[in-house]
C-alpha cells in the first residue's frame, strides 16, 4: 500500500509565511487556497479531509502538495500562460533575480537597496552581462518572480532545541493514531465592530458597512478543539485566555473519547497550556499534550481550520455584539461539522458506486457514463 501523500517538513519561514497567508485571508484567492492546502497537509490532515476544508478535488490537492514538495513557496502562485515570445532568455532572467535580490553595496554600488531606475542602469552598463531592459518591463519581470518592494522585517527562528524531536512526535502520532489525535487553540480576539470582507455583487455596486474601529464591547477568544480523525472542529468563547479555560478545554476532548485509551492533544507553548495543574490531571488521566516548537504554530492542524472561520463567520460582517457572533460561530461550526464525511464513508461510497457501475456493465453489455 502506498504511502498517503503529505508534503515535505515546513521550514519556520515557510510555516510562519503560510500562517500569515491564511489568517489574513486577503491578496490572490488561488494563493490563499494552496497556503491552507500545505498548512493542511503539514498539520497532518488526510487528502480527503483537506480536499472538503477547501472544496476542492483530491487529485488538485494531491498535485498541489507535489509541487510544493518541489518548488517550495513558488509554487503557491498562479503560473499564466499566452502572450508574443519572450525577448529575454530565462537565464537572463534569472540573473536580473539574482541581481535585485543581492545588496547594491556588494556589487560595488553606494546604495542600500536597489530603485527601479537604478537596477534598470546597472543592468544596462554591466560590462561582462549587459542586458537592455525598460524600467516597466523590470517592474512586471520582478513581479513575475515574487519581488516586491516591501519593508525590512526581522525574523523569529525556532530556538526550541527539541524542535526536531517535537515535530516528529507530532508526525508520528498523526500517522498512526488520526482517531485519537485531538488539536486545541485559540482563536482572536474576536471584537465586534463591521469587518471587511468580500462578496458577489452588482459591478461597481459592493456591500457597504458602516466605518466604526471602536472596540466597544470588548474582546473574546475563541478556543477551538479538532478532532482529526473525524474531522470535527467545536469550540467555545471565552473573554481571555486562562489555564482553567485550557484545562475545561482538555476534559471536554477527553470525553470525546470516554473509553479510557490514551489520547494526544497538539497545542502551542502558550503558558495558559502547560501549567502544573493541566500537566498533573493530564498524566492521570492518559492525555499526552504533544507541544509545537516555539515559534511553529503552523505546526498545528487546527490553524489550518481557522482560515474558513475567518472568511466566511467574521469577514464582511456587522454583528451588533458578542451574543449574536458566537450564535453566528456556533452555527456554522454546526453546519461544517455535518456536512464534512469522514474518509472511511468516502471510500465505502466509492466502492458502492464502483459495484454499481460494473453490475450495470456487466447487465447491458457497455460501460455507463460516470456521474460527474
Known amino acids: 500500500m502506498a504511502d498517503p501523500v503529505r508534503v515535505r517538513r515546513l521550514s519556520d519561514q515557510e510555516g ?29 490532515n488526510t487528502v480527503p479531509a483537506i480536499a472538503r476544508l477547501v472544496q476542492a478535488d483530491e487529485d488538485t490537492i494531491r498535485q498541489v ?24 532568455s530565462p537565464d537572463d532572467e534569472q540573473f ?30 554591466r560590462p561582462d552581462r549587459r542586458i537592455a531592459i525598460g524600467r516597466e518591463r523590470l517592474r512586471q519581470l520582478l513581479i513575475k518572480h515574487g519581488i516586491t518592494f516591501q519593508r525590512t522585517k526581522t525574523w523569529k527562528e525556532s530556538t526550541d532545541p527539541q524542535r526536531d524531536a ?30 471587511a ?21 470588548g474582546v473574546r477568544q ?15 468563547v471565552h473573554r481571555r485566555k486562562s489555564a482553567a479555560n485550557t484545562l475545561a478545554a482538555l476534559k471536554s476532548i477527553r470525553r470525546a473519547r470516554p473509553d479510557g485509551a490514551p489520547i494526544y492533544v497538539i497545542l502551542d507553548n502558550l503558558s495558559a497550556h502547560k501549567g502544573p495543574k493541566i500537566r498533573a490531571w493530564a498524566a492521570r ?38 451574543a449574536a457572533l458566537i450564535r453566528h460561530l456556533h452555527k456554522y ?27 450495470r456493465q456487466r447487465r447491458w453489455g457497455q460501460p455507463t457514463a460516470r456521474a460527474a
Open 16 to 44: 510562519q509565511q503560510l500562517l500569515r497567508i491564511t489568517r489574513r485571508g486577503s491578496g490572490s484567492p488561488i494563493r490563499l487556497r494552496r497556503a491552507m492546502v500545505v498548512l493542511a497537509s503539514a498539520g497532518g
Open 65 to 88: 502538495i507535489h509541487r510544493f514538495n518541489e518548488m517550495g513557496m513558488a509554487s503557491l502562485d498562479p503560473r499564466w500562460a499566452g502572450g508574443r515570445p519572450r525577448l529575454i
Open 96 to 125: 536580473i533575480v539574482a541581481t535585485a535580490n543581492t545588496r547594491p553595496e556588494a556589487l560595488g554600488r553606494p546604495f542600500t537597496r536597489w530603485s527601479i531606475r537604478k537596477l534598470a542602469d546597472y543592468l544596462t552598463t
Open 166 to 195: 517535537k515535530l516528529a512526535r507530532i508526525d508520528h502520532v498523526t500517522s498512526n493514531f488520526p482517531h485519537r489525535v485531538f488539536a486545541f487553540d485559540e482563536f482572536g480576539p474576536l471584537v465586534i465592530r463591521p469587518q
Open 197 to 217: 470582507g468580500a462578496g458577489w455583487a452588482p459591478k461597481g455596486h459592493p456591500r457597504r458597512l458602516p466605518a466604526n474601529y471602536h472596540k466597544l464591547h
Open 222 to 236: 475563541f478556543h477551538g478543539c479538532y478532532s482529526v480523525g473525524d474531522d470535527q472542529l467545536w469550540g467555545v
Open 285 to 322: 488521566n492518559k492525555v499526552e499534550l504533544c507541544f509545537t516548537p516555539t515559534y511553529a504554530s503552523w505546526a498545528n492542524p487546527i490553524e489550518a481550520q481557522f482560515g474558513p472561520l475567518r472568511t466566511f463567520v467574521i469577514a464582511d460582517s456587522n454583528h451588533p455584539n458578542h
Open 333 to 359: 461550526l454546526r453546519w461544517r461539522n455535518a456536512n464534512a464525511r469522514h474518509p472511511d464513508v468516502l471510500t465505502a461510497q466509492r466502492r458502492e458506486r464502483a459495484r454499481i457501475r460494473s453490475e
